[in-house]
T-cell receptor
Framework: ETGVTQTPRHLVMGMTNKKSLKCEQH?????MYWYKQSAKKPLELMFV???????ENNSVPSRFSPECPNSSHLFLHLHTLQPEDSALYLC?????????????FGPGTRLTVT | QKEVEQNSGPLSVPEGAIASLNCTYS??????FFWYRQYSGKSPELIMS??SNGDKEDGRFTAQLNKASQYVSLLIRDSQPSDSATYLC????????????WGAGTKLIIKP
C-alpha cells in the first residue's frame, strides 16, 4: 500500500444519487489529482490541486465537483451521474520539486452507476 | 495533439529473459518520463522516472531515454512471473507542470 488512501473502495450508485469519494495522502505532498480510468483507455486527468488551489480542470462535466479543504485531503462529489461514468477513480499526489512531479496513486474507487 | 503511444500487446516473454517495453511521444519539449506498473484490478505503481538522455538502472529495471528520437523504453532483466502486469508510460509535457500524458499501456506476460 502507498501513502495515499481512498474510500470507499467500491461504490454502486443510481443515476439520481449523490455520493462523495474521499482521498487522503500521508506523504507530505502539496499537489493532489483526480483521474478516471476506463477499460482500454489511457488515464484521464480530471482535476489538479496545488497548495489547495485548483490548477487544472480538464473539461470535466459539472456532475463531478472536487473539493480540497487542505493539502492532505481531496474529495470528489458526485451527482446525477450517467452509466458511462462507471470507471475506476484514482487519486494521486505529488511533491513539486524542480522539474520532477512523480505522482503516487491511491488504490482507487471502483464506481458503478446503475 | 500531444500523444504517447505504446504497443498494447500482450507481450509474452519467457521467465528469465529480458522484457523490452517501448514508448514514443509526440511533444518534443517533454522533460520528464515515467514508467508505471499496474496489476489487474490495482492502481498504477511508479517504478522508474527518467529525465535525461541515456540509461537509468534500478535493480532489474533499466529505463532508456532518447529525446532526439522521442522514445523511452523499459528493460526488465531476469523476468519473473510476478512482473506480469500492464506497464504504463507517462510523459510530462512542457506546457504544464502537473499534466502527464499517458499511454494506454502494454500488457506483459511472463511465462514460467
Amino acid at each position: 500500500e502507498t501513502g495515499v488512501t481512498q474510500t470507499p473502495r467500491h461504490l454502486v450508485m443510481g443515476m439520481t444519487n449523490k455520493k462523495s469519494l474521499k482521498c487522503e495522502q500521508h506523504l507530505g505532498h502539496n499537489a493532489m489529482y483526480w483521474y478516471k480510468q476506463s477499460a482500454k483507455k489511457p488515464l484521464e486527468l480530471m482535476f489538479v490541486y496545488s497548495l489547495e488551489e485548483r490548477v487544472e480542470n480538464n473539461s470535466v462535466p459539472s456532475r463531478f465537483s472536487p473539493e480540497c479543504p487542505n493539502s492532505s485531503h481531496l474529495f470528489l462529489h458526485l451527482h446525477t451521474l450517467q452509466p458511462e461514468d462507471s470507471a475506476l477513480y484514482l487519486c494521486a499526489s505529488s511533491q513539486e520539486t524542480g522539474y520532477s512531479y512523480e505522482q503516487y496513486f491511491g488504490p482507487g474507487t471502483r464506481l458503478t452507476v446503475t | 495533439q500531444k500523444e504517447v503511444e505504446q504497443n498494447s500487446g500482450p507481450l509474452s516473454v519467457p521467465e528469465g529473459a529480458i522484457a523490452s517495453l517501448n514508448c514514443t511521444y509526440s511533444d518534443r519539449g517533454s522533460q520528464s518520463f515515467f514508467w508505471y506498473r499496474q496489476y489487474s484490478g490495482k492502481s498504477p505503481e511508479l517504478i522508474m522516472s527518467i529525465y535525461s538522455n541515456g540509461d537509468k538502472e534500478d535493480g532489474r529495471f533499466t529505463a532508456q531515454l532518447n529525446k532526439a528520437s522521442q522514445y523511452v523504453s523499459l528493460l526488465i532483466r531476469d523476468s519473473q512471473p510476478s512482473d506480469s502486469a500492464t506497464y504504463l508510460c507517462a510523459v510530462n509535457p512542457d506546457y504544464s507542470n502537473y499534466q502527464l500524458i499517458w499511454g494506454a499501456g502494454t500488457k506483459l506476460i511472463i511465462k514460467p
